[in-house]
């Protein structure tokens, strides 16, 4: 027999996704993201979409390099985009993966990666479900 506390509440409804727009010229890259050799220009799909994912574009900031470090991110879809320069990442499993300019990668939810190195004059875009989400090292 199931009785009223055996039934689980109703999930609550998500908030309704909105339409979103983000130009260059009113938009400002800033060093305040993940890493501190980036600098990231949000591009306002956490705001259109309550919060469900992120999108930015990220670009190397001078001569900063990577640290190298391995960590994993709790994440339901992780995809980056190079749209200038390469990164050289390393995938547990994987091995040494080189993105170059027009090249796309899926990271795995939880994969354990590290970026090796980039060029000065990296750009990518990034997209991230959900958009908060946690980093660990590993």
Do not use: K, N
């Amino acid at each position: 027999m199931t009785t009223a506390t055996d039934r689980q509440a109703p999930a609550a409804e998500p908030a309704p996704m909105r339409f979103g727009v983000s130009h260059a010229a009113t938009s400002a890259f800033v060093p305040d993201g993940l890493r501190t050799y980036f600098e990231y220009r949000d591009l306002g799909v956490r705001d259109a979409t309550a919060g469900r994912a992120v999108m930015h574009v990220i670009r190397a900031r001078g001569d900063h390099q990577a640290t190298g470090e391995w960590h994993r991110h709790a994440v339901q879809l992780q995809l980056v985009y190079v749209t200038r320069g390469w990164v050289r990442f390393d995938y547990e499993g994987v091995g040494e993966v080189r993105l170059e300019a027009g090249s796309c990668v899926h990271q795995p939810p939880g994969i354990r990666h590290r970026e090796i190195e980039h060029s000065a004059d990296l750009e990518l875009i990034e997209i991230v479900l959900p958009a908060d989400f946690q980093t660990t090292a590993a």
